[in-house]
């Protein structure tokens, strides 16, 4: 893995070295180190690439999960959501994080902690317009508790951002003003890096002017004054930190939406400084690259409408052309109709100002026809449906016309023919009566056998059912007794033990061998019953259990186990109930390995590929899987993999190391991931 590279202002900082993820891992994994200082490091790793990031905050959950620590587990949750939420399409999968910490919101009196959950949750909400209600709820709470800590301002301040644009949406100048007015009383260090973030009170300031203005004719060219001063202003921040704030200059949609507006803002001026208007539109487009065929349209409209203004109809004609250039040939926008619309109306504009009242016509009728369209599509598909509904019916009735003209026909023809069309009539009810006796007998067969089918495959389900729970009482049953046994090794034998070793240890004139073997064996149960404790997964995952599991085996046997993970994502959500089955066949498995293989090396590769796979394999002594006699372990195994619907093959010669490979279909357990988690 390999730092993202950044930029820094000075040459001295340049030479600083880098983090890298497995550098800050290994510094994470230190056992030395507290909770606090973990999380110092991890703060580091922001500047990484986000996947790498992300590992870097779960391997801290981690490890703040074994401490019990819950304020640091709200916050890095609640910083997991965020990368998730940043650099994902999937926002289900923020979602679980910002569940995860509200599970803890009881358990911490930290009003911060309090504010965090509640500003992740109103953020997730705010993606959703039925869920706005929701969404504010959540952001007004999260207020109210970083209002307590009275440091928070940053935090206040992005959250009056988020309030201020739905009200804007909604073309609601009262509310917004509100927001407005309270974002402008949070005291922000402006000679600081800090003020990256005076960019959103100064957007929802500037955005509030502009609908001041199409509200009011009165005051228009004093709101237009005041958004010029505000775009001024967040251009002049944004370019002023570009080099000190990591990641700023990637994001190039904020600048250039400031230059786009700052220049339409100059064009409504009274008497407008041509010369800088188009000064400030070609700054602008410096920030646009070639490929963004989106803003370098929104370039050209502005540009187009400039000229219309400078009544410059040639060159106006010449930008819009490039417009439609771009808006044919770039993908579609939810905008885009509206787009060709406005482009029509301007392109009229600029035919009517060259004289040229054909053409102008011409587009005029194809923003009319645009429009006509944008608005009435619902209703043309309304009347097509209906269209089509009357021509079936007029169809149908015609049918019927002609079948009452046919049978006035046959009528007819039955008069005419008297008795012998009677014989005739009544040698076909015979007819038709015999071959309805045979149909309804073949029918009743018919019915009988599927009858007899269907009593078939409803025995062999209950049977494959009863087999199933007797399996699953089994294993059920093996674990309440692994249970029974760890928590008799825990409670009896351990402690008597313990108190064993001690009372040793106060005799005199006994060897010391004696107290060192009681304390080894002391030791050696309580392990044995730590291992038969069944796995929670409620406050950790099972890769962190697997994690775990195979550092306790690497640092307890000569055995060096790897373990390679995949597909972390997918992974880290299964169920519970089979993550537990999971880590048992992991655990029989490594297990048998310790006992019986006599490797050097062992592997566990967990990963997905439509279905779990999970691959054991060692390089030890080997077996016939055969003729193996203490196979009760191996068959265990199997049993496990039956009631998850999954296949087990195993791969073994004496001499040449041994190969499990186990594949278990998630959609049998109702955990199927979505398109978008697989990407």
Not at 290 to 315: C, H, M, P, V, W
Request: with cysteine.
């Amino acid at each position: 893995m390999h730092a993202k590279e950044e930029t820094h202002p000075s040459g001295i900082e340049k030479e600083k070295p880098v983090p890298t993820l497995d550098s800050i891992l290994r510094l994470i994994d230190d056992q030395s180190l507290t909770i606090k200082e973990k999380m110092s490091i991890g703060d580091k790793a922001a500047i990484l690439p986000y996947e790498d990031y992300a590992r870097v905050i779960r391997r801290n959950i981690y490890y703040a999960k074994q401490e019990k620590d819950r304020s640091y587990l709200i916050n890095l949750y609640c910083t997991l959501y965020r990368v998730v939420s940043l650099y994902e399409s999937d926002m289900s999968k923020g979602k679980v994080y910002i569940d995860s910490a509200y599970t803890l919101i009881d358990e911490t009196n930290d009003p911060n902690m309090k504010g965090n959950i509640h500003y992740c949750l109103g953020d997730y909400y705010a993606n959703f317009p039925e869920s706005e209600d929701t969404s504010h709820e959540n952001l007004y709470k999260a207020i109210h508790y970083f209002e307590q800590t009275g440091d928070n301002n940053i935090q206040i301040l992005h959250i009056y951002f988020l309030l201020g644009n739905a009200y804007i949406n909604r073309k609601d100048l009262k509310s917004t003003k509100v927001i407005m007015d309270k974002m402008a009383a949070l005291k922000i260090n402006n000679q600081t890096n800090e003020r990256v973030f005076l960019l959103n009170a100064y957007s929802v300031t500037a955005d509030y002017y502009k609908l001041a203005k199409e509200a009011d004719s009165i005051y228009y060219y004093s709101y237009n004054d005041s958004i010029i001063h505000y775009s001024k202003k967040m251009i002049d921040i944004y370019e002023s930190l570009l080099d000190s704030v990591p990641g700023l200059a990637a994001q190039k949609a904020p600048i250039i939406r400031y230059y786009n507006e700052l220049t339409l803002a100059l064009a409504d001026r009274k008497n407008p400084d041509w010369e800088q208007v188009i000064s400030t539109l070609d700054k602008g487009k410096t920030y646009i690259d070639s490929t963004a065929y989106r803003y370098l349209r929104r370039y050209y409209s502005t540009e187009g409408r400039i000229f219309l203004r400078q009544q410059k109809f040639n060159d106006a004609e010449t930008s819009f052309f490039k417009e439609k250039e771009l808006l044919d040939n770039s993908e579609r926008y939810d905008d885009t109709e509206l787009s060709y619309i406005q482009l029509y109306l301007n392109l009229s504009t600029a035919f009517e100002g060259l004289n040229r009242y054909k053409e102008a016509l011409l587009y005029h009728r194809m923003a009319m026809d645009a429009e006509h369209t944008f608005n009435e599509q619902n209703r043309y598909e309304s009347i097509k449906e209906i269209e089509t509904k009357y021509e079936t019916a007029k169809k149908e009735l015609e049918i019927s016309r002609l079948n009452e003209e046919r049978q006035k026909i046959m009528y007819n023809r039955t008069l005419a023919t008297g008795i012998s069309v009677v014989i005739i009539i009544l040698l076909l009810m015979l007819v038709l009566h015999n071959r309805s006796l045979r149909l309804k007998k073949e029918k009743e067969a018919l019915r009988l056998s599927v009858r007899i089918n269907e009593k078939e495959a409803e025995y062999t389900t209950i049977l494959k059912e009863a087999e199933f729970k007797q399996m699953r009482h089994y294993l059920d049953g093996l674990e309440a007794e692994r249970d029974r046994l760890a928590k008799g090794l825990h409670d009896n034998v351990s402690n008597r033990l313990f108190i064993l070793d001690l009372e040793l240890k106060k005799l005199t004139g006994i060897p010391e061998a004696i107290p060192q073997q009681v304390e080894e064996l002391y030791a050696e149960v309580r392990g044995i019953s730590h291992e038969l404790i069944p796995p929670v997964f409620q406050y950790t995952t099972l890769l962190e259990i697997l994690i775990d599991h195979i550092h306790e085996l690497n640092e307890n046997t000569d055995i060096y186990f790897d373990l390679e993970i995949e597909q972390e994502d997918i992974l880290g959500t299964i169920p519970s109930n089979l993550s537990h089955e999971i880590y048992r066949i992991v655990q029989e498995c490594t297990g048998n390995i310790t006992k019986h293989s006599s490797a050097k090396n062992a592997k566990i590769t967990l990963g997905y590929n439509n279905s779990i796979v999970l691959i054991i394999e060692d390089d030890g002594i080997g077996f016939d899987p055969q003729n193996n006699k203490k196979g009760i372990g191996i068959q265990i195994i199997k049993s496990r993999c039956q009631t998850l619907n999954g296949n087990i093959r195993i791969f073994s010669e004496k001499g040449r190391g041994s190969r499990i490979s186990v594949t278990i279909p998630l959609v049998c357990q109702g955990h199927l991931p979505s398109q978008q988690s697989l990407a």
